[in-house]
């Protein structure tokens, strides 16, 4: 290959990776290549073996072999050779989850290299489609190595992720806990009272929260009684378990329309509300009702609702409590619309946040 060229590759595959739609494509998850070195061999021994079967093998084996490969260096410490098969996979088309192993790769290269703030966007990028071990470890690093507090759920993970940690980074910090941390603030109506179904498998841990998001229901509902709205709760828990597929009712608090404020999802375990990583440390409160009309769904969605006085004065208190018990400052208090392309929660609360928060994003 003519020198220039070589030269030019990164700044292709680069391009290559800048011009892919935003929306990853996912293609079949890549098969296993034909074959595995001996288990004899060490890291360097496989390495060898995986460059002498390169040129015989197809496009999705090569991409395969060569994310192997850039995870073999990563344990060798060669971090420039590492970096540069984990850009050729990117620049393959391969499955969301190795495109995730590849961008942690590329995160773990540049902290071997002590280059924390390169290493960061990509191990953020890697998050949302890692398995749950690697996830725990690249939040620990992704803290630890910014030199936050890393949370004491997290310290599990410190073991092995401090091998990627640059030799000269001080001593981690881990948080203390909140004064409870299965109860930060007094709720009116417990998972319990409102006969929740059992949480399913798929959570993630909650790192210590450090935002808070505000939503509806976007569902009509006008019920009063406890008992109204411990139905509602098991409608909303069974459209988030059953139709999305998610562990559990998305929010961590709920405020039905007499202000009463109720658990949602336990605050020990990351939300599902504002989409991938804008989860991580998040805390989801959510007003009941619907209160943006949906005309093009059936017609009791039409007419927007508007929150009650009692819900609007719980909201304020619980999100005050919640700001207390984590030190989470008032410009960490968001709306959904700020994350995601939606109209939740309406604009009677967009307009709430805006004012409580200070922030004016749109
Ligand atoms: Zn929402």
Request: hydrophobic share 40%; net charge neutral; aromatic share 6%.
């Amino acid at each position: 290959m003519p020198h220039r060229l070589v030269q030019l590759l990164p700044i292709l595959l680069l391009l290559v990776a800048c011009a892919a739609p935003v929306q990853r494509q996912v293609t079949r998850g890549l098969e296993p290549p034909v074959a595995s070195p001996p288990a004899s061999l060490d890291a360097a021994g496989r390495l060898d073996w995986w460059q002498n079967q390169l040129s015989g093998l197809g496009p999705a084996d090569h991409a395969e072999a060569r994310l192997l490969m850039g995870e073999l260096h990563l344990e060798l410490r060669e971090s420039t050779e590492a970096r540069q098969a984990f850009y050729e996979v990117l620049g393959a088309k391969v499955s969301a989850s190795e495109m995730a192993r590849a961008e942690r790769g590329i995160g773990l290269s540049y902290l071997l290299d002590d280059r924390v703030g390169l290493a960061v966007p990509h191990l953020e990028k890697a998050l949302g489609d890692l398995d749950m071990r690697a996830q725990g470890e690249v939040r620990y690093l992704i803290a630890a190595s910014q030199g936050r507090t890393v949370s004491a759920d997290l310290l599990a993970y410190a073991p092995q992720a401090d091998n990627w940690l640059p030799s000269n980074h001080g001593q981690v910090q881990v948080a203390s806990a909140p004064k409870d941390s299965n109860a930060p603030i007094q709720v009116d109506m417990t998972r319990a009272e409102w006969r929740a179904a059992p949480m399913k498998s798929n959570w993630d841990p909650m790192v210590t929260p450090y935002r808070i998001t505000v939503h509806h229901t976007a569902e009509p509902f006008e019920g009063s009684s406890r008992a109204q709205t411990a139905s509602q709760m098991q409608f909303i828990q069974r459209l988030h378990q059953n139709d999305k597929g998610w562990a559990d009712v998305g929010y961590h608090y709920l405020i039905d329309r007499e202000g009463r404020l109720i658990e949602g999802r336990p605050i020990d375990r990351q939300g599902a509300h504002a989409t991938g990583t804008n989860n991580i440390g998040n805390i989801g409160i959510c007003v009941i009702g619907n209160f943006v009309g949906q005309p093009e769904r059936s017609a009791e969605y039409h007419v927007a609702q508007a929150p009650t006085q009692k819900q609007m004065a719980t909201l304020e208190r619980a999100v005050e409590e919640l700001r207390e018990s984590y030190d989470i400052p008032r410009k960490h208090v968001y709306h959904h619309s700020k994350f995601t392309g939606t109209l939740c929660p309406g604009p009677a609360l967009i307009s709430w946040v805006r004012n409580y928060s200070g922030n004016r994003w749109h």
